[in-house]
């Protein structure tokens, strides 16, 4: 079954934390994620998550100005890594998320890309014993060269790779629609042959990420897609609204918004 989370940080840039979840759940959501709690008032987010009811579905481990894109991929950066994760785990504790997405990071100049690969992989098989543990998945994501220059997953091909070489059912991929579609397309074939090594999907319509059916993806092809490939998580609508004066959950039918999957 498909359940639906809202991302706040796109969707509801620059408003304060209560008034983000105030509007999930007064659109009728049950769900919401967002990038980086680790910036932002724990107690305000906890109160206001509370307050509304709602699950947080998902959340990113942070990053530096140093790894701007994440620490996951770089050699030098294992220390890190793994403060993060560390980090985020006790976050995901007081939160009660379920899902962490990994950032790759950038690839590395000189080192090439099979290597980079499997010491992602290395990383995330050393990582995935306490993932499992605190009953966590671990998620990579790969994302579009032109909105992430340099970025070092760019296509599921690879990411898919890395879950495969980690072996892991607790390390998966976040198959972000929007990303995909511009980068590789052929996304119903994708999702069906990799749907068991999926953990989350995110989704914004092509070309402006704005939300579905404003754009050149078929959503209600590719949500049924999903639905039948037997998917059991969040989709997350990672997306910008495309007016200020239109309703940007207009296309999802309410009945569909107060699914949860956890408490």
Same mark, same amino acid.
């Given at each position: 079954?498909?359940? @639906?989370?809202?991302?706040? =940080?796109?969707?509801?840039? %620059?408003?304060?934390?209560?008034? !983000?979840?105030? $509007?999930?759940?007064? #659109?009728?959501?049950?769900?919401?994620?967002?990038?980086?709690?680790?910036?932002?008032?724990?107690?305000?987010?906890?109160?206001?998550?509370?307050?509304?009811?709602?699950?947080? #579905?998902?959340?990113?481990?942070? /990053?530096?100005?140093? @790894?701007? $894109?994440?620490?996951?991929?770089?050699?030098?950066?294992?220390?890190?890594?793994? *403060? !993060?994760?560390?980090?985020?785990?006790?976050?995901?504790? $007081?939160?009660?998320?379920?899902?962490?997405?990994?950032?790759?990071?950038?690839?590395?100049?000189?080192?090439?890309?099979?290597? &980079?690969?499997?010491?992602?992989?290395?990383?995330?098989?050393?990582?995935?014993?306490?993932?499992?543990?605190?009953?966590? =998945?671990?998620?990579?994501?790969?994302?579009?060269?032109?909105?992430?220059?340099? /970025?070092?997953? !760019?296509?599921?091909?690879?990411?898919?790779?890395?879950?495969? *070489?980690?072996?892991?059912?607790?390390?998966?991929?976040? @198959?972000?629609? /929007?990303?995909? &579609?511009?980068?590789?397309?052929?996304?119903?074939?994708?999702?069906?042959?990799?749907? %068991?090594?999926?953990?989350?999907? &995110?989704?914004?319509?092509?070309?402006?990420? =704005?939300?579905?059916?404003?754009?050149?993806?078929?959503?209600?092809?590719?949500? $049924?897609?999903?639905?039948?490939?037997? @998917?059991?998580?969040?989709?997350?609508?990672? /997306?910008?609204?495309?007016?200020?004066?239109?309703?940007?959950?207009?296309?999802? *039918?309410?009945?569909?918004? *107060?699914?949860?999957?956890?408490?």
């Amino acid at each position: 079954m498909i359940a @639906y989370a809202v991302n706040v =940080t796109h969707l509801m840039r %620059g408003l304060p934390v209560r008034e !983000q979840l105030r $509007r999930v759940a007064a #659109a009728g959501f049950t769900a919401f994620e967002l990038l980086f709690p680790q910036r932002i008032d724990l107690d305000e987010l906890i109160a206001a998550k509370d307050e509304f009811g709602l699950t947080m #579905a998902l959340f990113d481990l942070n /990053y530096d100005d140093r @790894y701007p $894109r994440g620490h996951l991929s770089h050699p030098e950066a294992d220390d890190l890594f793994f *403060a !993060q994760l560390s980090e985020a785990i006790a976050l995901a504790r $007081r939160l009660g998320v379920k899902r962490l997405n990994a950032l790759a990071g950038l690839a590395v100049p000189g080192m090439a890309k099979e290597q &980079q690969k499997e010491l992602v992989a290395q990383r995330l098989r050393q990582a995935a014993g306490v993932a499992t543990s605190e009953g966590i =998945t671990l998620l990579i994501e790969a994302l579009n060269i032109d909105d992430n220059p340099g /970025y070092f997953l !760019q296509h599921s091909r690879d990411g898919f790779d890395i879950v495969g *070489a980690v072996g892991s059912p607790n390390v998966k991929f976040q @198959y972000d629609v /929007y990303h995909m &579609q511009l980068m590789e397309g052929n996304l119903i074939n994708t999702i069906r042959e990799h749907i %068991g090594q999926i953990g989350h999907i &995110q989704v914004a319509d092509v070309p402006s990420r =704005t939300e579905p059916g404003t754009g050149e993806i078929d959503y209600p092809n590719v949500l $049924r897609a999903i639905e039948a490939a037997g @998917y059991h998580g969040y989709v997350g609508l990672e /997306y910008r609204p495309s007016r200020p004066d239109v309703d940007p959950f207009a296309w999802l *039918a309410p009945e569909k918004r *107060a699914r949860s999957l956890w408490p």
